[in-house]
């Protein structure tokens, strides 16, 4: 098992720019999550996924955009990108059943908007 | 609303010397309550959960950590640290719903030969 994998590791954008964020899982999870992370502020819940088709957002959401067309993947999308967006993003994956919150993150990706 | 403090922001210990760190919560009913490390430039790893039950968990890595109820704490130990436990430590409390999981901000431990 490769578990969560995020892609990629590290990216420079422009102010206004655009791109995605990619993220995989092998473990067959139902739940997955994207995460930012700041210094001094723990991890905060950006957008997640209970399921393929359906997502909803989490405590900071503006400026980024998800999808879940399989169970695998959950791309995390800036759609004009902001100095302000400069974080490390993580995803995370769990069962959703048993013990549905422990989660599996990825590696992380380290993001710049200059 | 739920809230997780970890009032230590950084902690530098000596390899084998006793370790604690902090946690306190806020949450109107008994919470999931979580431990996770996170090595440099690495994601989060579970250490260890707390759901219900024996107040004392155990996890991996030798650390257990104890939930008390009257305090609304749930501090993370270990005997005796190792150079390896240099991370970033992080509790998490989680309620009722996927969307209701707040994570501290964090503790980094640092660990002198």
């Known amino acids: 098992n490769a578990g969560v994998t995020q892609t990629p590791k590290f990216q420079v954008l422009k102010t206004g720019q655009s791109m995605t964020l990619q993220c995989a899982q092998d473990m067959n999870h139902e739940y997955m999550s994207w995460y930012r992370q700041d210094p001094g502020m723990g991890l905060r819940l950006i957008h997640y996924?209970?399921?393929?088709?359906?997502?909803d957002q989490g405590e900071v959401p503006n400026g980024y955009n998800v999808s879940r067309s399989t169970t695998e993947d959950f791309p995390l999308r800036l759609l004009s990108a902001a100095p302000s967006q400069t974080s490390v993003y993580f995803c995370a994956s769990s069962f959703g059943q048993g013990d549905p919150y422990e989660q599996y993150f990825g590696p992380g990706t380290r993001l710049t908007v200059t | 609303a739920q809230s997780v403090t970890q009032p230590d922001i950084h902690i530098t210990v000596s390899e084998g010397a006793s370790l604690e760190l902090r946690c306190n919560y806020s949450?109107?009913?008994?919470?999931?309550l979580f431990w996770y490390v996170q090595s440099p430039g690495q994601g989060l790893q579970l250490l260890l959960k707390?759901?219900?039950?024996?107040?004392l968990v155990q996890g991996i890595k030798g650390f257990e950590a104890e939930f008390k109820r009257s305090q609304s704490s749930f501090n993370l130990r270990k005997p005796s640290v190792h150079w390896s436990d240099a991370a970033e430590y992080f509790c998490a409390v989680e309620g009722t719903s996927y969307d209701k999981v707040i994570f501290g901000p964090g503790t980094s431990l640092s660990v002198i030969p």
């Open positions: 949450y109107g009913a008994t919470p999931y």
């Open positions: 996924s209970v399921g393929a088709g359906i997502t």
């Open positions: 707390y759901f219900s039950g024996d107040t």
